[in-house]
């Protein structure tokens, strides 16, 4: 957004706040945004706690199977250790090998094959005593290790499965936090630009005040606003006391033969049979419509008059309290008396404070006697 638009939208007060409505709505959609972006921040946490759980798990598992295979090559130390002293033993108690002097090659070689035999079965009975002996310790052991290793297997693929179901959503986390992320970057240069175009303005409006603060700025701004407001109490004075004058007028009237000879000549075609009460009934009905409609709708304050009689809307016409429309006559709107002081107190902010005063109260009592005036001729 540049900022020759955004000085044209501080501008004008329509235009600031449709801006001040889309800034507050995308405000409420960046909260909502913000809202579920924790809550996906907090759904990434509590899976990755799942996930660093799960590790955690495994890395017990290992370290598990690690001391069992110590254990085992600790039992598998020891019992060769044992297997080796329990032969030795064995050996020292087996007679050495005698030779007479009377025995021949072959009575030698019976003797020698014999002390070899009696050497293997106490190494194979010295076996077969160890195995029987670790046997049942073997076989726990075999099992635990096995049961061990289908449990670790187990909980491995459960934990591979996870992180394969983790992956698709851990992408699509990562794309979405990308896409946020261009947007924060596109808000951030858009309230940028507006920032400096509030900038630029604020320092124009500030070289026209004359280097004067913002603290008088506002002040010099609540006092035009009190002096429209008592202008605006004024008016609204002055159009009663002119109503109050007319119909006063019209009552009076009631008595006067001339008058009362005069209404029976111009009698009207239409509603000729309306009571003054009814009339005053209709200018005051039509004078609040005409009021609501431009607070209400400042945008279109024309009103259809067709419901009322033709003379009151005329003489609200006559009187300047209300003006036609340029393309339809039937529609009437409150004259904007407000765009009169508007004008006044711009002119008015170039001077002291003192001749600012002094031209209000000439401005207030110049439409005083205007309307004095038009009441009179009315």
């Known amino acids: 957004m540049s900022t020759a638009r955004l000085a044209e939208i ?38 990755n706690s799942e996930a660093g759980t799960a ?31 329990e032969l030795y033993d064995q050996y020292r108690k087996i007679p050495p090998l005698e030779v007479e002097e009377g025995d021949d090659d072959e009575t030698i070689k019976a003797k020698r094959f014999d002390r070899i035999k009696l050497l293997e079965d106490l190494e194979q009975s010295a076996l077969y005593t160890d195995e029987s002996d670790y046997e049942e310790e073997d076989s726990d052991a075999e099992e635990n290790f096995i049961e061990t290793e289908l449990r670790f ?43 400096a175009g509030v900038k630029a303005r604020a320092d124009e409006v500030i070289s026209k005040a004359g280097g004067l603060s913002p603290a008088k700025l506002l002040r010099d701004m609540a006092d035009n606003l009190m002096n429209i407001e008592n202008d605006n109490k004024d008016l ?38 309306q009571t003054e009460a009814e009339r005053r009934h209709q200018f005051h009905s039509l004078i609040n419509e005409l009021k609501n409609a431009a607070l209400e709708t400042p945008a279109d304050p024309y009103i259809l008059a067709t419901s009322h009689t033709r003379s009151i809307a005329l003489m609200l016409l006559r009187s300047g309290i209300a003006s036609e429309h340029p393309n339809d006559a039937r529609k009437l709107r409150l004259t904007e008396f407000h765009k009169s002081f508007e004008e006044s107190s711009s002119e008015s902010d170039s001077e002291d404070e003192n001749e600012s005063d002094g031209n209000n109260n000439e401005e207030r009592s110049s439409l005083t006697n205007g309307s004095a005036n038009r009441s009179s001729s009315t």
């Open 153 to 195: 297997e187990g909980e491995l693929l459960d934990n591979i499965e996870q992180y394969k179901k983790l992956i698709p959503r851990l992408d699509a986390d990562l794309d979405q936090a990308r896409a946020e992320l261009r947007r924060e970057k596109q808000l951030r240069e858009e309230s940028s630009d507006m920032a």
């Open 236 to 273: 609204r004075k002055e159009i009663n006391r002119i109503l109050e004058g007319y119909f006063d007028d019209m009552d009076e009237d009631d008595h006067n033969e001339a008058v009362e000879d005069i209404r029976r000549y111009f009698k009207p075609e239409k509603n000729a049979d």
């Open 10 to 47: 501080a501008r004008d007060p329509t235009k600031a706040r449709e801006l001040a409505g889309k800034l507050a709505r995308l405000a409420e959609r960046r909260k909502v945004e913000h809202a579920r972006k924790q809550e996906e921040i907090r759904q990434r946490d509590q899976d």
């Open 55 to 85: 590790i955690e798990q495994t890395r017990k598992l290992i370290q598990e199977r690690k001391s069992e295979l110590l254990q085992a090559r600790i039992l598998l130390f020891y019992y060769t250790v044992n297997l080796e002293t």
